[in-house]
């Protein structure tokens, strides 16, 4: 029963190998029919991408809705076309579709890598370093332990705690990015995933070493020299390929018109990809060394990956949606109580690693709380790790397998919903972004339609704009710590330089907004040789003048931005003292009022 699994379950989670899709064209007969329905008509692979895409567009729509994510949207679209549900799709088609989901998974791979900033790493290394190796250090030992007692046996339960380090990394980012989160635990989220699947997959192979050694006996001759050749080639090669590739796709883009930088970057994101499955290299590997290459290397990373986003979109739909189809909730059942047990060690390990290395570090409640269950999805990484532990002993590591497998499941329709919680409760993510969609349901969009032309007709008053509506605490944004008024200009400059506002607040020591720093003054100041030891904060910061309550209405915020070239707003307390708790931003609110009008919902006041 596995090997049939596994022969089926293909696409970016590299459950099968390509001596699988050998075999199957062994015989020189089409491997695009499908008995699905009880029809003998071939169905094209064609039609298998188009029906992917339309029920993923329906997903998407229907997540609007329900508001879930939509990544969670899409790959139950894939379930529900896949073998547990309706089996409407070919298995024999995944390997067609196995290079785009690779493909995809690489360009997310090389969007974490360039995440790693030299300078921004020495900035974040005594906090985020900590943090990742406490929740991969929990994670591994529980899951190893707890699987040992439940029954495996000592090399399976290593290989997967080993395993339960990975993070799903398409997953998170994708939901990260989708909710446009901004702030502590968004950027340590970033920083983690990327990791955990660089230690997860490092750490697979020095275990992989460790279990050979350990099995050789006195009839099996082991060469400690060949395998650990084999482990510097692998890791080794892995570092080289995308040292070269970064340098190349930096120097490239220096010398080329952007015009010509898409097609320029996804052939060499083919070739890397194409080369590192020829050499056997960790192509995962090999795409987070390209980025952090880029990122150090490049002046134009932000439009590299600009242009990166232009075909990221629709890779990232094919990928959820084929990762979905690809699910078998069949595997469920087959993984029984140790599969239960993988789900709540890893789950717990995560959270309690970040938990006790938060509360030892001094960290914020936020990221004590919340960084832990944004970690929790899990998928592409460790279910390629665990199918190349499989094809190098099946027998040791095919339970392994099918309990990845099994658990896939549940940690990736669960794990974008927690990740997106996470944000969300973490004041990250404002709550007009939870609240509020572009789309509403059928019956309200047919009637939006119809009140717009009798509005228009003056037959009837115009629906209240949802922007006349809220009150500025569901969209302003609470990750926000301000300068203290103390600050000496090199840490107020710090501090500008990894904010993406033009306007600062200056906090005193109980957090009362005292002043607000606007970058054209501050940067008056860059010219005074005697600024870095005489200016405080204090000095450089105005009156606070334009300042927002949660309790005020949008429309509030609307008019005093109507009075200000400013791009944010701070937000205190009702209540005095007033204490700085958020920001408003510009083009939050501009994303509000485009909604608005989109739907509908409100008059001329609303668009403006």
């Not at 003998?40 to 991408?49: F, K, L, N, Q």
């Not at 998407?60 to 547990?84: C, N």
């Not at 955990?196 to 997959?201: E, G, K, R, S, T």
């Not at 302003?476 to 990894?498: K, L, P, Q, T, Y």
């Amino acid at each position: 029963m596995m090997t049939s699994l596994r022969s089926c379950l293909l696409g970016d989670t590299g459950v099968a190998s390509f001596a699988g899709i050998e075999s199957l064209l062994a015989d020189g007969e089409s491997i695009v029919s499908s008995t699905s329905f009880g029809q003998s008509e071939p169905i094209h692979i064609a039609t298998t991408v188009g029906l992917l895409l339309a029920a993923s567009l329906v997903a998407g729509l229907a997540s609007e809705m329900l508001r879930l994510p939509k990544v969670t949207a899409y790959l139950i679209a894939g379930l529900l076309l896949g073998p547990s549900v309706f089996d409407i799709i070919p298995h024999a088609h995944h390997p067609f579709l196995e290079p785009l989901t690779k493909l995809a998974m690489a360009l997310v791979l090389f969007y974490l890598g360039t995440l790693f900033p030299f300078d921004q790493m020495r900035r974040i290394r005594k906090k985020a370093i900590p943090l990742s190796v406490g929740e991969m250090f929990f994670s591994a030992l529980f899951v190893a332990a707890g699987v040992y007692l439940l029954g495996l046996s000592p090399a399976q339960s290593v290989l997967l705690g080993t395993l339960a380090i990975a993070t799903a990394p398409a997953t998170t980012m994708f939901v990260l990015r989708e909710t446009n989160a901004e702030g502590p635990v968004t950027s340590l989220t970033g920083t983690l995933v990327t990791l955990n699947n660089l230690v997860a997959v490092i750490a697979f192979e020095f275990v992989w070493l460790g279990i050979e050694l350990a099995s050789a006996g006195d009839t099996q001759t082991l060469s400690i020299g060949s395998t650990l050749m084999r482990l510097v080639q692998s890791l080794g090669g892995a570092f080289t390929l995308g040292l070269i590739g970064g340098l190349v796709m930096s120097y490239a883009c220096e010398i080329m018109h952007t015009r010509r930088w898409l097609v320029l970057l996804v052939g060499i994101s083919s070739l890397l990809l194409g080369l590192s499955e020829s050499w056997n290299l960790p192509y995962m590997l090999v795409f987070l060394v390209v980025g952090v290459v880029v990122v150090n290397s490049s002046s134009g990373t932000q439009k590299i990956t600009d242009q990166l986003d232009s075909i990221g979109g629709l890779l990232t739909v094919v990928f959820f949606s084929v990762h979905g189809s690809e699910l078998d909730l069949s595997l469920l059942m087959d993984v029984g109580i140790i599969g239960a047990g993988y789900v709540v060690l890893r789950s717990f390990g995560k959270v309690f690693g970040v938990w006790v290395v938060a509360s030892r570090t001094g960290a914020s409640p936020q990221i004590r709380t919340w960084l832990g269950p944004a970690l929790l999805a899990q998928a592409g990484v460790a279910i390629s790790l665990s199918a190349t532990a499989t094809a190098r002993n099946p027998e040791l590591a095919g339970h392994v397998q099918t309990i990845v497998l099994g658990t896939v499941v549940v940690f990736e329709i669960f794990g974008p919903l927690l990740t997106r919680a996470a944000v969300l409760r973490s004041g990250e993510m404002p709550i007009a972004n939870s609240i509020h969609h572009t789309f509403g349901t059928p019956l309200s969009a047919l009637r939006n339609v119809f009140t717009r032309l009798a509005g228009s007709a003056g037959l009837l008053n115009k629906r209240t704009a949802l922007s006349e509506r809220m009150r500025v605490e569901q969209v302003m944004r609470r990750s926000v710590e301000g300068i203290a008024e103390n600050a000496d200009f090199n840490e107020v400059v710090h501090f500008v330089e990894h904010s993406h506002d033009n306007t600062f607040p200056v906090v005193d020591d109980d957090r009362c907004v005292v002043g607000l720093i606007r970058f054209d003054l501050l940067n008056q100041a860059f010219f005074d040789p005697h600024s870095d030891h005489l200016v405080r904060a204090g000095d450089l910061a105005t009156p606070p003048d334009l300042l927002l309550y949660p309790s005020q209405p949008v429309r509030a915020a609307v008019d005093l931005f109507r009075q200000t070239s400013d791009d944010c707003v701070a937000v205190v307390t009702d209540e005095a003292p007033h204490r700085l708790i958020a920001t408003v931003r510009r083009s939050d609110l501009t994303s509000l009022l485009i909604r608005d009008r989109k739907a509908g919902l409100g008059g001329n006041d609303s668009s403006q």
